[in-house]
């Protein structure tokens, strides 16, 4: 453990934000080393920002349409 934190939180930080990021998750199990979907999704949790972006790109979408 290190001021707090273990390499699994680490690891489940580090795929939340390649998430948010919109990176695939075939890539962020390649990154994780997760062999299965199921279990990277669940290291994945994006939050309340990710989910706004993803708001304001299917407005500027329809918008454009």
Do not use: C, Y
């Not at 390499?7 to 962020?28: M, V």
């Not at 390649?30 to 979907?37: A, F, P």
């Amino acid at each position: 453990m290190w001021l707090g934190f273990d390499l699994h939180q680490f690891r489940h930080s580090a795929a939340t934000h390649l998430g948010e990021q919109g990176i695939a998750l075939q890539l962020i199990m390649l990154k994780t080393r997760h062999k299965s979907e199921k279990a990277a999704r669940i290291h994945v949790q994006p939050g309340l920002d990710a989910l706004t972006n993803v708001t304001e790109q299917l407005n500027r979408s329809r918008r454009r349409s």
